[in-house]
């Protein structure tokens, strides 16, 4: 996984490690924090790529992610 942001925009790379099948999307910080919003927990573009790098590198037992195909 790569995770790539700058101030307003955040990239994610995700490759299936048995495959190696690529998956790579954009998402503007108004939308997601227009999904944080809906989903009930409002966050900030800073917090919520600070929050998603804590899950990826496992340095909280409260945050995870969970990739679905």
Excluded: P
Excluded at 13 to 20: F, N, P, Q, S, V
């Amino acid at each position: 996984m790569r995770i790539a942001s700058t101030m307003d925009k955040l990239t994610l790379e995700i490759e299936e490690k048995t495959t190696g099948i690529m998956w790579k999307n954009e998402f503007s910080a108004s939308h997601l924090e227009a999904i944080t919003q809906e989903a009930g927990s409002y966050r900030k573009f800073d917090v919520f790529i600070k929050l998603l790098i804590s899950a990826c590198e496992h340095q909280s037992g409260s945050v995870f992610i969970d990739i679905v195909e």
